[in-house]
């Protein structure tokens, strides 16, 4: 780094969040096009798909091609409204107020990533009603401030649909202020693509995954919640990369985390030995 452009980053706040490297992304669809037009107007997303399909990889890798910092904020029941827009804090020279990261995001112009926000209680989500309508504004209460978003700011959410429970789920005040684009399971032919290039894995072992994943999502509804992922498929590919035979690393990555029942452990253990 120059010596100029590390002293422009000393006072950019959100230096910290750009996204440097390209992200490896493999569109299925026009997943891109679609969040390229959200963007143009701000428009809130949704990201809704299964576990391990690629949702977080997508953000980075748009955050990346739109040249916008992402702040990612893992949401969770415990998180209150005052980690999401800050509060005050004690330091030598009395209190002093620190933005938390939604409103970095918001004061700074960077895409703001709230991962699994249905982790977080209906309370705390209502903070980002005012960001998500035309108002574009944060209320600091605490502080007596108004923060009007900054033009480049936009706030991407995460939502795994089927997984939701009466007491977990967005309100419907919260989910219809946004655009949702839907993403699945790859096709075979895409989800060896992935799994080859995340993995280092050649075609071979490749496609043997993905006919056990294959096979596994079929298991879905019959004693599983959900099959393997490609994130499962690709901690598979990296064991069989490391010297691992296939069918025990399929064990450790795609049978053994995902069930404890003993017949559905023998199911995929009998997917994988027709699929090797
Ligand atoms: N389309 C894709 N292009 C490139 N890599 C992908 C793609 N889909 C999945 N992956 C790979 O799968 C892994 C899991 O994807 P990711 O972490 O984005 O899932 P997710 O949908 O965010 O899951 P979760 O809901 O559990 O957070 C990534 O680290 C990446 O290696
Ligand atoms: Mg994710």
């Given at each position: 780094?120059?010596?100029?452009?590390a002293?422009?980053?000393?006072?950019n706040?959100?230096?910290g969040?750009?996204?440097?490297?390209?992200?490896?992304?493999?569109?299925?669809?026009?997943?891109?096009?679609?969040?390229?037009?959200?963007?143009?107007?701000?428009?809130?997303?949704?990201?809704?798909?299964?576990?391990?399909?690629?949702?977080?990889?997508?953000?980075?890798?748009?955050?990346?091609?739109?040249?916008?910092?992402?702040?990612?904020?893992?949401?969770?029941?415990?998180?209150?409204?005052?980690?999401?827009?800050?509060?005050?804090?004690?330091?030598?020279?009395?209190?002093?107020?620190?933005?938390?990261?939604?409103?970095?995001?918001?004061?700074?112009?960077?895409?703001?990533?709230?991962?699994?926000?249905?982790?977080?209680?209906q309370?705390?989500?209502?903070?980002?009603?005012?960001?998500?309508?035309?108002?574009?504004?944060?209320?600091?209460?605490?502080?007596?401030?108004?923060?009007?978003?900054?033009?480049?700011?936009?706030?991407?959410?995460?939502?795994?649909?089927?997984?939701?429970?009466?007491?977990?789920?967005?309100?419907?005040?919260?989910?219809?202020?946004?655009?949702a684009?839907?993403?699945?399971?790859?096709?075979?032919?895409?989800?060896?693509?992935?799994?080859?290039?995340e993995?280092?894995?050649?075609r071979?072992?490749?496609?043997?995954?993905?006919?056990?994943?294959?096979?596994?999502?079929?298991?879905?509804g019959?004693?599983?919640?959900?099959?393997?992922?490609?994130?499962?498929?690709?901690?598979?590919?990296?064991?069989?990369?490391?010297?691992?035979?296939?069918?025990?690393?399929?064990?450790?990555?795609?049978?053994?985390?995902?069930?404890?029942?003993?017949?559905?452990?023998?199911?995929?253990?009998?997917?994988?030995?027709?699929?090797?």
């Amino acid at each position: 780094m120059t010596q100029t452009r590390a002293r422009a980053d000393a006072g950019n706040p959100l230096a910290g969040f750009k996204v440097g490297r390209e992200p490896y992304f493999r569109a299925i669809g026009n997943e891109v096009e679609l969040y390229e037009a959200a963007y143009r107007t701000r428009m809130p997303v949704m990201l809704k798909g299964p576990t391990g399909c690629g949702k977080t990889r997508f953000v980075e890798h748009m955050a990346w091609k739109l040249n916008r910092p992402l702040i990612t904020i893992s949401c969770h029941e415990d998180m209150t409204a005052s980690d999401l827009v800050g509060r005050y804090l004690l330091d030598a020279g009395g209190t002093v107020w620190h933005d938390g990261p939604l409103t970095l995001a918001v004061r700074h112009g960077a895409i703001c990533y709230l991962d699994e926000i249905v982790e977080a209680r209906q309370d705390t989500t209502v903070v980002i009603h005012s960001l998500t309508d035309d108002r574009r504004m944060l209320p600091l209460e605490k502080k007596n401030e108004v923060v009007q978003a900054h033009p480049d700011f936009q706030i991407v959410i995460s939502y795994n649909p089927g997984y939701q429970s009466v007491l977990k789920d967005l309100k419907e005040s919260t989910k219809q202020r946004f655009g949702a684009i839907g993403f699945s399971y790859p096709s075979p032919e895409i989800e060896a693509e992935i799994v080859m290039r995340e993995a280092g894995v050649d075609r071979r072992a490749a496609d043997t995954l993905v006919c056990i994943a294959k096979r596994s999502r079929n298991l879905k509804g019959q004693g599983l919640d959900e099959g393997a992922s490609t994130r499962m498929l690709i901690n598979a590919g990296l064991l069989i990369a490391g010297g691992i035979p296939i069918a025990e690393a399929c064990q450790v990555a795609m049978v053994v985390p995902i069930t404890d029942d003993p017949d559905l452990r023998d199911a995929l253990t009998g997917a994988i030995a027709a699929c090797i």
